[in-house]
């Protein structure tokens, strides 16, 4: 099980809002069933590394689609093997060290 990070930016669009491209790749997420959760500087996704993989880059050519001439994408990935790792655990490991 991986968790992944994902920023998409699309460049070369008509107005500095970026929020009509992040819906149109949220669109996507939501129909690939993947467990995500939005945040405000990208979005966090769940899942098999393939899987994960695939769904980003089917959301980078929906935000071309949607009218972007350049997607600049950053992605972070915590591909864990000796254990099942879950966003929500990561986060609570954390809190309880505060």
Do not use: C, W
């Not at 993947?34 to 769904?55: A, Q």
Request: net charge negative; hydrophobic share 40%.
């Amino acid at each position: 099980m991986a968790i992944l990070e994902l920023t998409l930016v699309p460049i070369g669009t008509e107005a500095t809002s970026v929020s009509k491209y992040v819906a149109a790749a949220s669109k996507i997420l939501k129909e690939s069933g993947i467990k995500h959760e939005l945040n405000p500087m990208g979005t966090v996704l769940e899942g098999d590394p393939d899987e994960l993989l695939k769904v980003v880059r089917q959301m980078q050519e929906e935000v071309f689609d949607a009218g972007a001439k350049r997607v600049y994408s950053v992605i972070k990935m915590d591909d864990r093997r000796d254990k099942e790792a879950h966003m929500e655990e990561k986060i609570k490991s954390v809190n309880e060290k505060l």
